[in-house]
């Protein structure tokens, strides 16, 4: 179920509970599958006080983003070098992602739980859709064509671009909308695409959060 299991490398145990610090950084739990829900996923226990910010740097957005695979090994690199360099232009970046990551649950989030999209999120999003559009452009391929986002190895603000093009695609894509949820557990939030045969999911995993679920049902019961 975890597609972030199938990106570990071979031998490690896959990524459970939002992710983990690692001396290489940290390492992404990734079952939204769209990358702009997974961003939106980085926010963890969304509901909860204790809520766990998993984008602390610019560096761990890198990292995010590299598990995603929206930048190759080449790229990362080049954007950690850019962010050394300019940490206070970095933080400005981070800082947006975050933004947009919130203006994304807002209307992933609705839409999941059967509601209109709210006005003023979609309006951000459009005004973001735009600012990462101008930047498309057509690239020679057979048997069609492909597309990428023009700008300098280093620009801090590139990431913007794929997620809003995974925003986009996903929110223009009929079959991926009807598959839209929000996990059912109480502290979670986490959004993801239901890709089960029988569109029985539930759980962002069923293993964390639906365990909790079980367990807190058991109580409730025996308390009755
Ligand atoms: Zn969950």
Known sequence: MASGAARMPTGESPVKRGGRRTPQGFLFELTGGAACLDLVNTLDERPLATRRDNLESYADLVDWAEQSRLLSPGEARALRRAAARRPAAAQRALQQMQSLREVLFALFSALA??????????????????????????????????????????????????????????????????????????????????????????????????????VKRFYHRRRE
């Open 113 to 214: 739980r059967g509601r209109p999209a709210p006005a003023g999120p979609l309006h951000s999003l459009n005004r973001s859709l735009a600012r990462a559009f101008a930047h498309l452009e057509l690239v020679p391929g057979r048997p069609r064509f492909g597309s990428s986002f023009a700008c300098e190895p280093g620009d801090l603000e590139r990431l913007h671009f794929p997620v809003m093009q995974s925003a986009y695609e996903l929110l223009t894509s009929a079959a991926d909308l009807e598959r839209l949820r929000v996990c059912a557990a109480d502290a979670c939030d986490w959004l993801f695409l239901d890709r089960s045969r029988n569109r029985s999911r539930r759980w962002c995993d069923m293993s964390v959060c639906g365990n909790r679920d079980k």
